[in-house]
Nanobody, 116 residues
């Protein structure tokens, strides 16, 4: 089965930067979408950004201009560069790999805390 392992995250000051990484292992479908979701206390899990294996991206309006998603498809890795962090970015961030709707693999989650 596919396994996703995340790294990075941590704490940052408002205006600071963090970078998240996610590596997929196992049997990887060539055609897929990888991305990042986040969930803060009292809120639903929401899409932050994702990218297809062909390079098509979706980015949430709340992070446009600040966050950048990138992939190394050959290495089965996806990254999230988070710049100009805001306190409202604080959440647990989850890496996601989706083959089709309803068929997903998830990373273990990484806590991101933005505070002064």
């Amino acid at each position: 089965q596919v396994q996703l392992v995340q790294s990075g995250g941590g704490s940052a000051q408002p205006g600071g930067s963090l970078r998240l990484s996610c590596a997929a292992s196992g049997i990887i479908f060539t055609i897929n979408t990888m991305g990042w979701y986040r969930q803060a206390p009292g809120k639903q899990r929401e899409l932050v950004a994702d990218m297809t294996s062909g390079g098509i991206t979706n980015i949430a309006d709340s992070v446009k201009g600040r966050f950048t998603i990138s992939r190394d498809t050959a290495k089965n890795m996806v990254y999230l560069q988070m710049n100009t962090l805001k306190p409202e970015d604080s959440a647990v961030y989850y890496c996601n790999l989706r083959i089709v709707r309803g068929l997903d693999a998830w990373g273990q989650g990484t806590l991101v805390t933005v505070s002064s």
